[in-house]
């Protein structure tokens, strides 16, 4: 009778492995992650240089004729 051992669960036979990442492999993926935060800065600040060059039209327009603001203004929004 003590020769029948009670069943292992499964958990137990199969044994775990932990996953490691070396050090190299930590610093390449904190440089990617740098790298495509600054793209992605790069996009932003083209995107606020075309809004900044539309309005900055538009005041230029304006006071030149102020009789067309709101014309000028609809543009600007749709530009």
């Not at 993926?29 to 060059?53: L, M, N, Q, R």
Request: no cysteine.
């Amino acid at each position: 009778l003590s020769s029948l051992a009670a069943p292992r669960p499964l958990t137990t036979l199969i044994s775990s492995r932990s996953f490691q990442t070396s050090i190299i492999s930590r610093d390449i993926d904190t440089a990617a992650k740098f790298i495509g935060a600054g793209a992605a800065t790069v996009g932003v600040a083209g995107s606020g240089a075309g809004i900044g060059t539309v309005f900055g039209s538009l005041i230029i327009g304006y006071a030149r004729n102020p009789s067309l603001k709101q014309q000028l203004f609809s543009y600007a929004i749709l530009g």
